[in-house]
């Protein structure tokens, strides 16, 4: 798929699992934690959590030692480099649940893009977290406050539009190449474990293009520009994520709730429900909390359509009732 990356353009394809970007087979540097045989249905999106050069993400994720791996990552150039051909497993979403579906690892194609992450702000333009952002040095990192209640209150990184051109095109590429249902994040299919990717990621504009719109649940943007308010941040970015039988690192929960000051009155109401029925969603195992987050919010609808049917014909019992 051809993708506008400024005056360039990104032009990819998948030839026998590996990208082809503008003709030439991205790098690729093989990484051990692999599994068997992949046929993949979801692309799973990462950050990295990691410095904004890609070599130390790319050397941790073809380390043995490291046991995590990823099919790509993508740099803040756009540059993709290839870890684990795309028809081959790749550890990348750890314990992870999507669709009533457990372990993701084993259907999905992971896409790691370099992305530090949580920040928190020291100063006008100084933010750190896993590196320190300098947006006064370079002028091409803009970092936003944002919140959601999936990942807190905190400061991030924009992507880069070389990288959000590059992710879409290798995604459109994908989702033609195999029988892709959805593109999802690592804080879609693990809530309250992982954030990544960080709320400024346009995941829509991505499924728009690559799907055709199919518009993803439980997503709640309240990004705003950046502001004198201080980050209430004390969470360090977690690293990536582990392989299927990795539990020991990673299993910190990753956000803490936060009260969404925009909901209203229904919103409450919609807050305390979600929270209710979290150790429900846990229970059940085989339902994300965003896809229980969908089914009710239809069954609220549902229920007040419902109340007004059984009202309307209590009128006509009673109506008729009174007639001799
Ligand atoms: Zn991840």
């Not at 503008?22 to 046929?39: D, R, V, W, Y």
């Not at 590059?166 to 459109?172: H, P, S």
């Not at 520009?225 to 929960?253: F, K, L, N, R």
Request: contains cysteine; aromatic residues 6%.
């Amino acid at each position: 798929m051809t993708v506008n990356r400024g005056e360039r353009q990104v032009n990819i394809t998948i030839s026998k699992g590996r990208a082809i970007v503008n003709g030439l087979a991205a790098p690729f540097k093989p990484s051990p934690n692999i599994g068997g045989g992949l046929k993949p249905e979801y692309i799973v999106l990462h950050d990295t959590g990691s410095g904004l050069n890609d070599s130390g993400s790319i050397s941790w994720l073809s380390d043995k030692a490291s046991k995590v791996s990823a099919h790509v990552v993508i740099g803040r150039d756009g540059r993709i480099t290839q870890l684990v051909p795309f028809n081959v497993k790749a550890w990348h979403a750890g314990q992870s649940v999507w669709r009533g579906r457990q372990l993701l690892n084993g259907f999905s194609i992971g896409i790691e893009i370099i992305n530090p992450g949580k920040l928190s702000k020291v100063s006008e333009g100084l933010y750190k977290g896993v590196c320190t952002i300098d947006t006064r040095k370079d002028p091409s990192l803009v970092v936003k406050q944002a919140k959601t209640t999936a990942h807190g209150d905190g400061y991030w990184l924009a992507y880069s539009d070389a990288q959000v051109a590059a992710v879409t095109a290798l995604c459109e590429a994908l989702c033609n190449d195999y029988p892709i249902k959805e593109i999802v994040t690592h804080w879609l299919i693990s809530p309250g474990r992982k954030i990544d990717t960080n709320p400024l990621f346009p995941l829509e504009q991505v499924r728009l293009a690559c799907l055709g719109g199919a518009k993803p649940m439980g997503i709640v943007d309240t990004s705003r520009q950046d502001s004198d308010e201080s980050a209430t941040d004390e969470d360090d970015v977690i690293p990536i994520g582990t392989a299927d039988d990795v539990t020991s690192h990673d299993e910190i929960a990753a956000s803490r709730p936060v009260s969404d000051e925009s909901a209203g009155g229904l919103g409450q109401v919609w807050k305390l429900v979600k929270s209710k029925t979290q150790w429900a969603t846990t229970a059940l195992g085989g339902i994300s909390l965003t896809s229980l987050s969908g089914f009710l919010q239809d069954w609220r609808v549902l229920a007040v359509v419902g109340a007004v049917t059984v009202a309307l014909v209590a009128l006509i019992i009673f109506e008729r009732s009174r007639k001799p």
